[in-house]
């Protein structure tokens, strides 16, 4: 998706001395509780926040 967005091959290296030992690798959960509590809120399009991170807009 950011070589989209970029226009380039984006190169991803993990330094091995930061990931803890018990890293979990995959989280996930709902949203329902929140949404219960505070109302529905409207979600942007993933891509849509990488472009706003990449361009430092957000």
């Known amino acids: 998706m950011m ?3 970029t226009n380039y091959t984006i ?3 993990v330094n091995s001395q930061f990931v ?3 890293e979990i690798e995959k989280l996930v959960g709902s ?3 929140l949404f219960g509590l505070i109302g529905y ?9 990488l472009k706003e991170m990449y361009k430092g807009d957000i």
């Open 41 to 49: 809120v409207t979600q942007k399009d993933f891509s849509e926040t």
């Open 20 to 22: 803890r030992k018990n």
């Open 31 to 33: 949203n329902e509780k």
């Open 3 to 5: 070589q989209i967005i």
């Open 11 to 13: 190169e991803v290296k």
